[in-house]
């Protein structure tokens, strides 16, 4: 199976600071790459697909970007309902598989 | 707005079987692909499996031998057996959604998620 490691596995940060999350692959996804926030007691909602695609409706302070087998997740402008966890997925090859997750706090 | 609504029981017993049913309102299982997904503290995020609208299926090799996902297309359902239950598959269990039609690459739709406990 394909490894993700996310970095760091949490941080905190203020309303207004951009902070950016990395994925890495144990093999080259070719850029199938997920990302997701997940809040307590809540499914996880996708932010990207194919590593820069944005799902619609999702405000544009989310951004993707990556390649190979590095990828990150960057907010703009961190704004309070997006303190959340995050997770990446591989969507290369099966079986798909998750990222441990990135906690996202408040400073 | 397609969604997404799991129903089964929320306590299993060990070594019994687990069934749970994804009901879809709101749009067609066609042309998606349908997948179920599960999250426990220890080991995160899981894939399960996958189930085309043409009937198709390809499961995670850690679980095939124990699960089988089927289509319900009159009633818009898809569901998830799990046999053999042991209390390492107690987690929150999801039905989601592909992005697209045409690939299997990422989740788009996710059903609330329920809790299935495996205890004597």
């Known amino acids: 199976d394909i490894q993700m490691t996310q970095s760091p596995s949490s941080m905190s940060a203020s309303v207004g600071d951009r902070v950016t999350i990395t994925c890495r692959a144990s093999?080259?996804?070719?850029?199938?790459l997920a990302w997701y926030q997940q809040k307590p007691g809540k499914a996880p909602k996708l932010l990207i697909y194919?590593?820069?695609s944005s799902k619609s409706g999702v405000p544009s302070r989310f951004s993707g970007r990556g390649s190979g087998t590095q990828y990150t997740l960057t907010i703009n402008n961190l704004q309070p309902e997006d303190f959340a966890t995050y997770y990446c997925?591989?969507?290369?090859?099966?079986?798909?598989?998750f990222g441990q997750g990135t906690r996202l706090e408040v400073k | 707005q397609v969604q997404l609504q799991e129903s089964g029981p929320g306590l299993v017993t060990p070594s019994e079987t687990l069934t749970l049913t994804c009901t879809v309102s709101?749009?067609?299982?066609?042309?998606?692909?349908w997948n179920w997904l599960r999250q426990s503290p220890g080991k995160g995020l899981e894939w399960l499996g996958f189930?085309?609208?043409?009937?198709?299926?390809k499961y995670n090799p850690s679980f095939s031998s124990r699960v089988t996902i089927s289509m319900d297309t009159s009633k818009n359902q898809i569901s998830l057996k799990m046999g053999s239950m042991t209390g390492a598959d107690t987690a929150v269990y999801f039905c989601?959604?592909?992005?697209?039609?045409?690939?299997?690459?990422?989740?788009?739709?996710w059903s609330p998620g329920t809790l299935v406990t495996v205890s004597s």
């Open positions: 997925q591989q969507g290369n090859t099966f079986p798909m598989t």
């Open positions: 093999h080259d996804i070719s850029g199938w």
């Open positions: 194919a590593a820069s």
């Open positions: 709101g749009d067609s299982l066609s042309p998606y692909y």
């Open positions: 189930m085309f609208y043409t009937g198709s299926t």
């Open positions: 989601a959604r592909s992005v697209t039609g045409t690939t299997n690459v990422a989740f788009n739709s």
